[in-house]
C-alpha cells in the first residue's frame, strides 16, 4: 500500500486512477492537484481527492507514488514544477498518450530524478473529459503499456507494474519509440481521420442535413472524434512524424481502393474489402502481447 498519492491532474485518467487505488485499497491518502481551482475542488467534493492542493509540488510533497495526467504538452513543465519534492521512495508515472516527447520532456524536467520516473500509457478513456466522468472500472482488464528507460530504476518498473496489476490492468513493456510507431497507426491516425471526416461532412452546404440522416456507420466512426481537442492537438503534434507517416500509408490504400471503384472491377473491390474484414472480424483487445 502506498502512503501518499499526489495527483497532477484531476481529470477523467487521473481522477479514475485515484478512484482505482481507493477501490483496491492501495492508498491511504490522495493528495491533488489541477492547474484549474475549480477542478481540484470538485475532485474533492467527488470524493476523487481527499486533499486539495495549490501546487504541483504542494500535491507531491509526502507522496510516495505520483501520477502526472496532463496534457502532453505541459509536462515538462510539470516535471520542473515536482522535480525538488522527489525522493528515493518516489514513484512517479504519467498516462500520456506519446511516450518519446514526455520522456524527454522528464529528461530536461527531472534531471539527475529521472530514475523515479516510469513511462505509463494506459489503454483505456471515454469519449468525455472531466472529474465527475471519472470512474475506478476504466482500467480494468485494460492494457497499460510501461515504456522504461535505461535510466528508469528496476524497482520503479516492478512498483509501477504491482500498481496497473493491483487496479486490474494487463501490462505491456514496450520501447518509447515502438509504442509511438504502433499508435502512431491504431490511435492516433483513426483520431486524425475522425476529426477530418466530421470537419468535411460540417463543412458542405448540406452537412446538417446529412447528420439528420446518420445512423449507426457515422456514430460508430466519428465516435473519438468527440475526444479532449486540448489533449489531441498535444498529441498529435509530438508524435507528428510516425502519424504523417501511417497517413501517407492510408492514403495510399484509399487510393488503390478508389482506383478500384474507378475502374468498376467488382471482384477486386469485393476482394478488398472482404480482406480488410477478415482482420476486423479476427481482431480481439489486448489479445497479443503487443498493445491494440
Not at 497499460?144 to 530504476?153: H, M, S
Not at 471526416?197 to 468527440?226: C, H, K, W
Request: glycine share 8%; charged share 20%; with cysteine.
Amino acid at each position: 500500500m502506498f502512503e501518499q498519492l499526489g495527483l497532477i491532474g484531476c481529470g477523467l485518467m487521473g481522477g479514475s486512477f485515484a478512484l482505482a487505488l481507493k477501490r483496491a485499497k492501495l492508498v491511504k491518502r490522495v493528495v491533488g492537484y489541477s492547474k484549474s481551482p475549480s477542478t481540484t475542488e470538485r475532485a474533492r467534493q467527488l470524493g476523487v481527492i481527499d486533499v486539495a492542493a495549490p501546487s504541483a509540488l504542494l500535491a507531491m510533497s509526502g507522496a510516495d507514488l505520483v501520477l502526472i495526467a496532463v496534457p502532453v504538452g505541459a509536462s515538462e513543465q510539470t516535471f520542473k514544477a515536482i522535480r525538488h519534492g522527489i525522493t528515493d521512495q518516489t514513484l512517479v508515472m504519467d498516462v500520456g498518450s506519446t511516450k518519446g516527447d514526455v520522456i524527454e520532456a522528464a529528461r530536461r524536467g527531472l534531471q539527475d530524478q529521472i530514475g523515479a520516473f516510469v513511462p505509463a500509457h494506459p489503454i483505456a478513456g471515454k469519449e468525455v473529459a472531466g472529474v465527475e466522468h471519472a470512474d475506478a472500472a476504466l482500467y480494468a482488464g485494460r492494457q497499460v503499456v510501461l515504456t522504461p528507460i535505461k535510466a528508469t530504476l528496476r524497482s520503479n518498473v516492478q512498483r509501477a507494474t504491482q500498481v496497473w496489476t493491483g487496479i486490474g490492468a494487463k501490462v505491456v513493456t514496450m520501447t518509447p519509440e515502438a509504442h509511438d510507431s504502433a499508435f502512431a497507426a491504431v490511435s492516433h491516425l483513426p483520431h486524425l481521420l475522425a476529426f477530418a471526416f466530421t470537419n468535411a461532412i460540417a463543412a458542405n452546404p448540406q452537412g446538417g442535413r446529412f447528420l439528420e440522416l446518420a445512423g449507426p456507420g457515422f456514430r460508430d466512426f466519428t465516435r473519438i472524434a468527440a475526444g479532449d481537442p486540448t489533449m489531441w492537438r498535444d498529441v498529435l503534434l509530438a508524435n507528428r512524424d510516425q502519424v504523417l507517416l501511417q497517413s501517407r500509408a492510408f492514403r495510399d490504400a484509399l487510393a488503390e481502393l478508389e482506383a478500384l471503384m474507378s475502374a468498376g472491377n467488382a471482384q477486386a473491390l469485393e476482394d478488398a474489402i472482404a480482406a480488410a474484414s477478415r482482420v476486423r472480424a479476427q481482431w480481439q483487445p489486448g489479445a497479443a502481447a503487443s498493445p491494440d
